[in-house]
């Protein structure tokens, strides 16, 4: 979420909502409480997530939950959607997928 990327979103109303602080990649950012993490993340930067396949940035393209292209990591591998799970306080998210782990079966 580098300052240096340009934003997708602009906030234009509903400015007045308490501010709700989380972390994506590493990055503290703010968003507004009851934002999405697909409207937080994209008013911060150009994208939402890396594409697994390939080096491309995504960010989202249907808002509102049906095409499966705003996938976000927790830090323990979960997957959530951008567009329909809400910023909580302390959030922590990952644009790119986690490396696969195999357990050591030995």
Do not use: Y
């Not at 927790?74 to 490396?99: F, H, Q, W």
């Amino acid at each position: 979420m580098s300052s240096s990327t340009r934003a997708r979103f602009v906030r234009l109303g509903e400015s007045d909502r308490v501010a709700v602080g989380f972390v994506v990649d590493g990055e503290a950012v703010s968003a507004l409480q009851g934002d999405t993490l697909l409207t937080a993340m994209l008013q911060h930067g150009g994208h939402v997530r890396q594409s697994e396949f390939g080096g491309e940035k995504r960010a989202g393209f249907c808002l509102m939950g049906a095409c499966q292209d705003c996938w976000v990591w927790t830090a323990d591998g979960a997957r959530l959607r951008a567009c329909s799970t809400e910023v909580a306080e302390g959030m922590a998210v990952s644009t790119k997928a986690p490396e696969l782990t195999w357990p050591n079966l030995a």
